[in-house]
């Protein structure tokens, strides 16, 4: 990204991060209608390779400039990217903590019990947007103390209009611009 954008190592870079996998950020029409992420001159959009069809989707339907780094980053570059963003928003992965850990503020989508199970530490730059789902929304199975065979997302329902309503609290806040 650094070279890409003509920065050397000492320039100073904050960037804007949406770690898309298994998050209610794909419905793009609640998200333009929650005004999306307007408030981003550029977003990076990440995710794991094998999700690059569905973040190239959602840089695609985007109204603002995005940078697409699904599958092309290195755990290092990754690092990289996080310890510079000026916010993440992202479903409850291990980008979300690694972020946290790096500093960097961060809207999670969690589900109740992994919350509970595995709040962040640093929780003065974190904030949650909870889904308290219980029953699978495929078998309806409650899924508290095991888990049933399905793999259906368990924070779909989060409002996206919650999420971007933190994302801009957070954006606002911060020291950087």
């Known amino acids: 990204m650094q070279s890409r954008l003509g920065l050397t190592r000492e320039d100073t870079r904050h960037y804007r991060v949406a770690w898309i996998g298994g998050c209610v950020l794909f419905d793009t029409a609640k998200l333009r ?12 959009v990440n995710g794991a390779a094998h999700e690059a069809g569905l973040t190239g989707a959602v840089v695609d339907a985007m109204r603002a400039p995005a940078v697409d780094l699904s599958g092309k980053l290195s755990l290092a570059a990754l690092c990289g990217l996080l310890e510079r963003a000026a916010l993440l928003v992202s479903n409850d992965t291990g980008p979300l903590h690694l972020a946290l850990a790096l500093g960097a503020p961060c809207v999670g989508i969690d589900w109740l019990t992994n919350l509970i199970e595995s709040a962040p530490l640093r929780q003065e730059r974190h904030r949650a947007a909870v889904s308290v789902r219980v029953h699978c929304p495929r078998c309806g199975a409650e899924n508290l103390k095991t888990r049933c065979e399905h793999d259906d997302s368990f924070v779909a329902d989060v409002p996206v209009e919650e999420v971007a309503a933190l994302a801009r609290e957070l954006f606002r806040g911060a020291d950087i611009a």
């Not at 209608?33 to 990076?44: C, E, I, K, N, R």
């Open 33 to 44: 209608t929650a005004g999306g992420f307007d408030f981003w001159p550029q977003l990076s």
